[in-house]
Nanobody, 129 residues
Framework: VQLQASGGGLVQPGGSLRLSCAAS????????VGWFRQVPGKEREGVSCIASSDGPTYVTESGKGRFTISRDNAKNTVYLYMNSLSPDDTAVYYCAAVYGTSWDMCTSGALFGNEFEYWGQGTQVTVSS
């Protein structure tokens, strides 16, 4: 049972990346999924979430208008699409999953303070010219 985050890399300012959060051993569709990022020396920051069972999504101010989150249930995967990237987006990105939360936990942003059952290992995103 695990989550695997992938898709990070080096991208130029203004570029795009798609991060993937793939689950094995459980059905990700029934879990709310959050994407977080962390820079050394700073606290972990919630970026985006998607509620369970094809529920609504939420993007924090740091990614609003640039980031989109979605699911592919057939692939048991959640994606974070990131556009118009800037050096400020440089961080290690983590995904996490939790079962049994209400949809408004995600849409209010409260989900980011929740205890998550599964965490991916993190994927490095570097935005630099």
């Amino acid at each position: 049972v695990q989550l695997q985050a992938s898709g990070g890399g080096l991208v130029q300012p203004g570029g795009s990346l798609r991060l993937s959060c793939a689950a094995s051993g459980f059905t990700l569709q029934y879990y709310a999924v959050g994407w977080f990022r962390q820079v050394p020396g700073k606290e972990r920051e919630g970026v985006s979430c998607i509620a369970s069972s094809d529920g609504p999504t939420y993007v924090t101010e740091s990614g609003k208008g640039r980031f989109t989150i979605s699911r592919d249930n057939a692939k048991n995967t959640v994606y974070l699409y990131m556009n118009s990237l800037s050096p400020d987006d440089t961080a290690v990105y983590y995904c996490a999953a939790v079962y049994g939360t209400s949809w408004d936990m995600c849409t209010s942003g409260a989900l980011f303070g929740n205890e998550f059952e599964y965490w991916g290992q993190g994927t490095q995103v570097t935005v630099s010219s």
